[in-house]
């Protein structure tokens, strides 16, 4: 795996995967999760990184990695995770406390291997109706949603709001085996 923002590239096997990502100090870039090489690998839009950045220390903590390994996994699928602001910190209050520094040196999505992918989902949550942000929030959903223009988009359950569910909610609404399924479903 190459660096495609100037980040330093780590890898660390975990439950039978291996996990790759980009970071570059309060910043992770992207992370791809990989099974089987022989799987598609599907894009992942997130809101922004959670444990899992610098060297991987907390990477076995990062439970939104480990729900998207179990579903993706279940699916023969390898996601390759992308977040809206890549300001690492399992904490969102901590993102808005730090606005400023939401992104790295440049905007992502921009600089992806979209020739990897065929499809993408959104599972970014519902934090551009927190009352924080929320139009540059809605502002940087569109923009990210004009780079995936070429990509067929699996659409998944969402909030009562109309935004995409958090791979958390998955977890606690006992959706993983049916997002699973809408994922295998997918032309791919």
């Not at 100090?25 to 950045?53: A, E, T």
């Not at 109706?129 to 929320?134: A, M, P, S, Y």
């Not at 909610?169 to 479903?185: E, N, T, V």
């Amino acid at each position: 795996m190459n660096s495609i923002n100037g980040g330093q590239v780590f890898n660390h096997e975990l439950d039978g995967w291996s996990v790759f990502w980009e970071s570059g100090s309060n910043y992770r870039h992207w992370c791809h999760q990989i099974k089987n090489p022989k799987w598609d690998s599907l894009l992942v839009v997130m809101f922004n990184p959670g444990s899992l950045s610098g060297d991987g220390a907390n990477l076995s903590k990062d439970t939104t990695l480990r729900i998207l390994r179990e579903v993706c996994g279940a699916a023969n699928l390898n996601p390759y995770v992308i977040n809206l602001f890549d300001y690492a910190s399992a904490s969102p209050q901590k993102l808005f406390d730090n606005w400023e520094q939401r992104d790295s040196n440049s905007i992502v999505f921009g600089k992806l291997p979209l020739s990897i992918f065929q499809s993408y989902i959104l599972a970014y949550g519902d934090y551009e109706n927190w009352g924080q942000r929320d139009t540059e929030i809605k502002d940087r959903q569109a923009l990210v949603l004009s780079y995936l223009e070429s990509l067929n988009e699996i659409l998944l359950p969402k909030n009562n709001s109309g935004s995409p569910k958090h791979p958390m909610i998955w977890q606690r609404q006992k959706l993983k085996p049916s997002i699973s399924s809408f994922l295998k479903a997918a032309p791919n």
